[in-house]
């Protein structure tokens, strides 16, 4: 399946545009942090479950042209994303112009999503767009939680180098890995 290549400063710009609260997870977030991880193929959002919010996430959606990413279908099946039908969801693989993006209202380890992470999110730059992005702890504790063999292998450099960064912090430094 040839899907189209990763720009997630349009996702991001999209959301940022119609004023979508959300936190980034994932592999991306902590690349956007400075983790050494392998580039990602797509980008991970926890969008805010209210009515207005998910109003909003369903313009963005709308201005993207997002479908449901399906393997047998190059470009996307098409769907109902009204604020009502998101509010049904747990979880959504989308696919789009600017690439695959994934909506995890309820991500793993974090029942509460949104307002769960949003509290200890640190603010990363997606290109030109601003975001929000889920705490190196709480992508590990995600990732522990969602027990997939790719999070597994992943955990032990993302653990380093969140332990860094808080000594770095500690000593008032810039965190050093290699």
Same mark, same amino acid.
């Given at each position: 399946?040839?899907?189209?290549?990763? /720009?997630?400063?349009?996702?991001?710009?999209?959301? /940022?545009?119609?004023?979508?609260?959300?936190?980034?997870?994932?592999?991306?977030?902590?690349?956007?942090?400075?983790?050494?991880?392998?580039?990602?193929?797509?980008?991970?959002?926890?969008?805010?479950?209210?009515?207005?919010?998910?109003?909003?996430?369903?313009?963005?959606?709308?201005?993207?042209?997002?479908?449901?990413?399906?393997?047998?279908?190059?470009?996307?099946?098409?769907?109902?994303? !009204?604020?009502?039908?998101?509010?049904?969801?747990?979880?959504? /693989?989308?696919?789009?112009?600017?690439?695959?993006?994934?909506?995890?209202?309820?991500?793993?380890?974090?029942?509460?999503?949104?307002?769960?992470?949003?509290? /200890?999110?640190?603010?990363?730059?997606?290109?030109?767009? !601003?975001?929000?992005?889920?705490?190196?702890?709480?992508?590990?504790?995600?990732?522990?939680?969602?027990?997939?063999?790719?999070?597994?292998?992943?955990?032990?450099?993302?653990?380093?180098?969140?332990?860094?960064?808080?000594?770095?912090?500690?000593?008032?430094?810039?965190?050093?890995?290699?």
């Amino acid at each position: 399946m040839n899907r189209p290549p990763l /720009n997630a400063e349009t996702i991001v710009a999209a959301m /940022n545009d119609h004023g979508v609260e959300y936190v980034v997870i994932g592999a991306f977030a902590a690349i956007a942090q400075g983790a050494p991880l392998e580039a990602t193929r797509d980008v991970d959002l926890t969008p805010r479950r209210t009515a207005q919010n998910l109003e909003r996430l369903s313009e963005a959606l709308r201005q993207l042209g997002a479908k449901i990413r399906v393997d047998d279908l190059e470009d996307g099946l098409s769907f109902d994303h !009204s604020g009502a039908s998101l509010a049904a969801m747990t979880m959504l /693989n989308l696919t789009c112009p600017a690439g695959d993006f994934d909506l995890a209202f309820t991500p793993a380890a974090s029942p509460a999503g949104y307002d769960d992470l949003a509290p /200890n999110a640190r603010s990363i730059h997606v290109g030109a767009q !601003s975001a929000k992005a889920a705490d190196l702890w709480d992508i590990i504790r995600s990732k522990e939680a969602a027990g997939r063999e790719k999070d597994w292998l992943t955990l032990p450099l993302l653990k380093e180098y969140a332990s860094r960064i808080d000594r770095a912090a500690e000593d008032g430094a810039e965190p050093e890995f290699g």
